[in-house]
């Protein structure tokens, strides 16, 4: 199964907001409103920020923002902090064998 | 408060076996879609497996098809992934996840597991 394609890095000021894209196919992101996002600080496990495209878990900053086009799902930070800085990982339902498929990563710098 | 505990993981030799094990307690078990969720030394994020409840429908990727077999145990509210003819490349922090949505919703810390000579 091929994973999802994310930018490696980006990376912003705080108190701008920047978007990472995630394009899949019509085996996944396309056709299905199951993209989730998560971030993830070194040596932590992820958390999940975003699911189902663009809903956010109890307790998760309205900073944090999601959104779907086509085949490409996005997550939008608003507003960054130093904290924000993480690698952030998509992950979309598959029509394949395998049911899940992550995105590649992208690391987020806060200059 | 949901907790995910797994263990087992270890130093294996190229060829061999493990067995990791999942411990979840605050919340109704055998309700939930379970998956195991890997991620090799500096590297990304890879779906192994998932279960759904009452064990009806199994996945795998393609890259552990054939060698790894994830089962569960409701009534021991624990799930397990039993990985044989252990490789190199399947050196990774595992981790196992509750699902919602087919997003892994809460994880638990990770086991680490190292395929060497």
């Known amino acids: 199964q091929s994973a999802l394609t994310q930018p490696a890095s980006v990376s912003g000021s705080p108190g701008q907001s920047i978007t990472i894209s995630c394009t899949g196919t019509?085996?996944?992101?396309?056709?299905?409103?199951?993209v989730s996002w998560y971030q993830q600080h070194p040596g932590k496990a992820p958390k999940l920020i975003i699911y189902?495209?663009?809903n956010r878990p109890s307790g998760v900053s309205n900073r944090f923002s999601g959104s779907k086009s086509g085949n490409t799902a996005s997550l939008t930070i608003s507003g960054l902090q130093a904290e924000d800085e993480a690698d952030y990982y998509c992950?979309?339902?598959?029509?394949?064998?395998?049911?899940?498929?992550f995105g590649g990563g992208t690391k987020l710098t806060v200059l | 408060e949901v907790q995910l505990v797994e263990s087992g993981g270890g130093l294996v030799k190229p060829g061999g076996s493990l067995r990791l094990s999942c411990a979840a307690s605050?919340?109704?078990?055998?309700?939930?879609?379970m998956n195991w969720v890997r991620q090799a030394p500096g590297k990304g994020l890879e779906w192994v497996s998932s279960?759904?409840?009452?064990?009806?429908?199994?996945y795998y990727a393609d890259s552990v098809k054939g060698r790894f077999t994830i089962s569960r145990d409701d009534a021991k509210n624990s799930l397990f992934l039993q990985m044989n003819s252990l490789r190199a490349e399947d050196t990774a922090v595992y981790y196992c996840?509750?699902?919602?949505?087919?997003?892994?919703?809460?994880w638990g810390q990770g086991t680490l597991v190292t395929v060497s000579s």
């Open positions: 996840a509750r699902d919602h949505a087919y997003s892994n919703y809460y």
């Open positions: 019509s085996s996944d992101v396309g056709d299905y409103n199951y």
């Open positions: 189902e495209v663009s």
């Open positions: 605050g919340f109704t078990f055998s309700s939930y879609m």
């Open positions: 992950s979309s339902y598959t029509s394949s064998s395998t049911l899940g498929v």
């Open positions: 279960i759904t409840s009452y064990s009806s429908y199994i």
